[in-house]
C-alpha cells in the first residue's frame, strides 16, 4: 500500500516563500503529482514529477528525490489568493490500479 | 468546451433513500474516477474505470455502486448501506496514458438528514 505524510497547516506571509513537504512510500512508484484546492471547490493540478530533480513553472516549483521517497512544493512571491490546500498524489502501478493515492492536503494560510 | 460536469452541486437526502449522483466528460478520456472527501482530509478512492463496461472497486466502496455504460458517463449511486454519506465527492478523468493527470469536476457535496 501507500503511506503519504504531508504537514496539516502552514501560514505564511504575503510576498514570501514558502516550501510543503511530502513524504511517500510505496512499492510501485510512477509520479508524483501537486494539486491545489480551494476551500468547496474541486482541486486543480499544479505539477508533476516523475524523475529526479525540480520542475518549474512560474511562481511554483515542485521537487522530487525517488530514493529518498520525498517531495517538496516550493510557492515563491506568495499572494493572499495561494491560501488553499496543496494535496500530494502518487502514482502506484504495481497493482496494476492506475489511479492517484492522496495525502491528507496542507492547508496554508497567507497573511498580509 | 472540454470538461467535467457534475449535478447537482448540492444534494439532500433523507436518510435510507439510495441518490445517484452524475459525472459526464467530454474530453474523450478513458478513465474516470469516483472520489471522497471528508472536512479536513484528502481524497479517498471510491471506484475507477479504466475502459468502458468494465469498473473496479478503489479503498472505500462498501455502500457505493457505479455504472459505465458509456465513456462519456460514470455515475455513482450511494446505497443505503452507505453508513456514514455525507460528505464532497469528486469525479475525475484521465487519459490513463502518459502521466495520467487527473482532470476533476466541480464536486457533489452530499448531505443525507
Known amino acids: 500500500g501507500q503511506n503519504i505524510d504531508q504537514p496539516t497547516e502552514m501560514t505564511a506571509t504575503e510576498g514570501a516563500i514558502v516550501q510543503i513537504n511530502c513524504t511517500y512510500q510505496t512499492s510501485g512508484f510512477n509520479g508524483l503529482f501537486w494539486y491545489q484546492q480551494h476551500a468547496g471547490e474541486a482541486p486543480t493540478f499544479l505539477s508533476y514529477n516523475v524523475l529526479d530533480g525540480l520542475e518549474e513553472k512560474g511562481r511554483f516549483s515542485s521537487f522530487l528525490s525517488r530514493s529518498k521517497g520525498y517531495s517538496y512544493l516550493l510557492l515563491k512571491e506568495l499572494q493572499m489568493k495561494d491560501s488553499a490546500s496543496y494535496l500530494c498524489?502518487?502514482?502506484?502501478?504495481?497493482?496494476?490500479?492506475?489511479?492517484?493515492?492522496f495525502g491528507s492536503g496542507t492547508r496554508l494560510q497567507v497573511q498580509p | 468546451d472540454g470538461g467535467i460536469t457534475q449535478s447537482p452541486k448540492y444534494l439532500f437526502r433523507k436518510e435510507g433513500q439510495n441518490v445517484t449522483l452524475s459525472c459526464e466528460q467530454n474530453?474523450?478520456?478513458?478513465?474516470m474516477y469516483w472520489y471522497r472527501q471528508d472536512p479536513g482530509q484528502g481524497l479517498r478512492l471510491i471506484y475507477y474505470?479504466?475502459?468502458?463496461?468494465?469498473?473496479q472497486k478503489g479503498d472505500i466502496a462498501e455502500g457505493y455502486s457505479v455504472s459505465r455504460e458509456k465513456k462519456e458517463s460514470f455515475p455513482l449511486t450511494v446505497t443505503s448501506a452507505q453508513k456514514n454519506p455525507t460528505a464532497f465527492y469528486l469525479c475525475a478523468s484521465s487519459m490513463d496514458r502518459g502521466s495520467n493527470e487527473q482532470f476533476f469536476g466541480p464536486g457533489t457535496r452530499l448531505t443525507v438528514l
Open positions: 498524489a502518487v502514482r502506484d502501478d504495481s497493482t496494476g490500479r492506475r489511479a492517484l493515492t
Open positions: 474530453l474523450n478520456h478513458d478513465a
Open positions: 474505470s479504466q475502459i468502458v463496461n468494465d469498473f
